[in-house]
């Protein structure tokens, strides 16, 4: 189980393949859907129990990030592998990141930012809900995504013309960065062939789920083989302990194992 403060307060995360029900995960989905079902198949509070889809769309972003995040560092090795070219040479790059140093309480759900002109903004951090929305309801104009963002201008709570924000995004986009780097998370490297630096865009959220699935594969691997061996049902196998079916899997061939 994971501890301390890696996903939202009160909640715990357990490695990907201890229940029946983590075969059931469908990784083809679109992204916003897959994660939401992991967290209701890997989160659960102190007394076991867990989180609700609904909930699970409610948490931001950041707190989302967060969960997968504990989720895969149960799984082990807690690393991401992550290849990139050269911006200035084309060398491809390979880049290891320890999970260890991404996992953090998530950022504050709300935030404040003070505009060119003088407008203090009252903010919100994006949710699982916007996410489904601009999937189920197509993507709308950058500003007002952002004007739904914002919950107040100069203490007001009165809606905001997108038209107004216009001049605003990039200052508005580099504010939302500040303040919850990791959902736009950006690498600096330096190039092993040119030993020039670059900034690399990373999608954390997409190598998580990449990682997550790869798991589920060898767990379904896991499941073929000692039903072949043994002819035992899935939700038999399912309900053995993991390190009871790395036994088993080491008797049948002894190379493999923990």
């Known amino acids: 189980m994971s501890h301390g403060h890696d996903v939202p307060s009160g909640w715990r ?10 075969l059931d995960i469908a990784f083809d989905g679109d992204r916003a859907r897959v994660v939401t079902a992991l967290l209701a198949a890997c ?13 699970a769309w409610d948490w931001t972003l950041s707190q989302r990030l ?17 290849q990139a070219r050269c911006a200035h040479c084309s060398e491809q790059m390979a880049i290891t990141l320890a999970l260890d140093d991404f996992a953090a309480a998530p950022a504050a759900p709300r935030f404040t930012w003070r505009s060119p002109e003088g407008a203090l903004l009252s903010l919100r951090l994006p949710t699982g809900h916007d996410l489904r929305r601009l999937q189920d309801e197509g993507v709308p104009e950058r500003q007002a995504m952002a004007a739904s963002l914002v919950d107040a201008v100069d203490g007001v709570a009165a809606g905001i013309d997108a038209d107004e924000l216009a001049a605003w995004l990039p200052a508005l986009d580099d504010a939302f960065e500040a303040h919850d780097p ?5 690498l600096h490297a330096t190039c092993p062939a040119c030993a020039r630096d670059n900034d690399i865009a990373c999608d954390l959220e997409a190598l998580l789920i990449d990682g997550l699935a790869r798991a589920q594969d060898r767990l379904l691997d896991e499941v073929a083989q000692l039903a072949a061996a043994f002819n035992w049902s899935e939700p038999a196998i399912m309900a053995l302990p993991a390190w009871r079916r790395a ?12």
């Open 13 to 22: 995360a357990r490695a990907l393949g201890q229940a029946a029900g983590d």
């Open 43 to 55: 989160v659960s509070d102190v007394q076991g129990r867990g989180v609700d889809v609904a909930s």
């Open 66 to 82: 967060q969960a997968l995040i504990a989720v895969r560092r149960a799984c082990g090795p807690a690393h991401l592998d992550v």
């Open 182 to 186: 990791l959902t736009a998370l950006h």
């Open 247 to 258: 036994r088993y899997l080491q008797r049948i061939s002894p190379e493999t194992g923990p």
